[in-house]
Nanobody
Framework: QVQLVESGGGLVQAGGSLRLSCATS????????IGWYRQAPGKQRDLVAL???????NYADSVKGRFTISEDNAKNTVELQMNSLNTDDTAVYYC?????????WGQGTQVTVSS
């Protein structure tokens, strides 16, 4: 059974940094992408950053230059380094993975940026 478990969320002041981590357990057959989405209150869930098997790394325009996604295959983790945070980054952040048949989600971790 596939599980994605996020950690590292919390409260930070604007301009600060946080590092999110997603631990993956169980193998995803022919996984073709892994990354992060976020959902702010009253808004839809949006892509933040994604590592794809054939397409490299994709970032939302709003986080380019501030966020960095990385994957550690030895530890089965994917991490999101978030710098220069602002109040618009406040959201629940979800770890995400997919193959050709299914989408997999973590339970989410809250990130709150105070002004």
């Amino acid at each position: 059974q596939v599980q994605l478990v996020e950690s590292g969320g919390g409260l930070v002041q604007a301009g600060g940094s946080l590092r999110l981590s997603c631990a993956t357990s169980g193998s995803i057959f022919r996984r073709n992408a892994i990354g992060w989405y976020r959902q702010a209150p009253g808004k839809q869930r949006d892509l933040v950053a994604l590592i794809t098997t054939y397409g490299g790394t994709n970032y939302a325009d709003s986080v380019k230059g501030r966020f960095t996604i990385s994957e550690d295959n030895a530890k089965n983790t994917v991490e999101l380094q978030m710098n220069s945070l602002n109040t618009d980054d406040t959201a629940v952040y979800y770890c995400y993975a997919r193959n050709s048949w299914s989408h997999f989600w973590g339970q989410g971790t809250q990130v709150t940026v105070s002004s």
